[in-house]
């Protein structure tokens, strides 16, 4: 079964700081790996996709994320935080087509910015 | 890509009652799936809905409960049955495009059960 571990429930920077968003996850073959961001009270934004490739994708808004399977993770960043970026973001991992492609999505990382 | 509607967009129940929630895709897709979110939480998935059969449940849903209909490649409904203020959440819709590589979500539906 696929899993997803986002390891920090808060996080707080400060406007124009650097962010990384931690990401780990376990699967049996290839995952394929999404970003999600959740602003108050509004529905999930794709961020971003790896499916294969390069390991280091582009997003919306700024944001890339870097897949490294000995690690097996996915995280996040970003190189300056605007004040608008506050937000949940939620890391998830996809079966794919051969596991129906469901979608398991971690708990959430709350992002502050300090202004 | 798919656009995805879902009705009713938000509701308040009373205890006891059962709410049937309606997901329309506007192209066809090939998995679909319920999931929940509830207050402060993650998204959970519920089931899969199949095409023509049963829907497939996670291990802690069973169908009594949240009874699944999918008769047609592009719409499906979710029934949250005898309702209780535990099941006060975000019911989303989720599916997977023809290239299996796209996922579109719907809007979500916001209950309030009281």
Known sequence: AQSVTQPDIHITVSEGASLELRCNYSYGATPYLFWYVQSPGQGLQLLLKYFSGDTLVQGIKGFEAEFKRSQSSFNLRKPSVHWSDAAEYFCAVGAGPGGGNKLTFGTGTQLKVEL | ?114
């Open chain 2, 1 to 114: 890509s798919a656009v995805i509607s879902q009705k009713p967009s938000r509701d308040i129940c009373q205890r006891g009652t059962s709410l049937t929630i309606q997901c329309q895709v506007d192209s066809q897709v090939t998995m679909m799936f319920w999931y929940r979110q509830q207050p402060g939480q993650s998204l959970t998935l519920i089931a899969t809905a199949n095409q023509g059969s049963e829907a497939t449940y996670e291990s802690g849903f069973v169908i009594d409960k949240f009874p699944i209909s999918r008769p047609n490649l592009t719409f499906s409904t979710l029934t949250v049955s005898n309702m209780s203020p535990e099941d006060s959440s975000i019911y989303l819709c989720i599916s997977t495009g023809l290239a299996y590589n796209e996922q579109f979500f719907g809007p979500g539906t916001r209950l309030t059960v009281l």
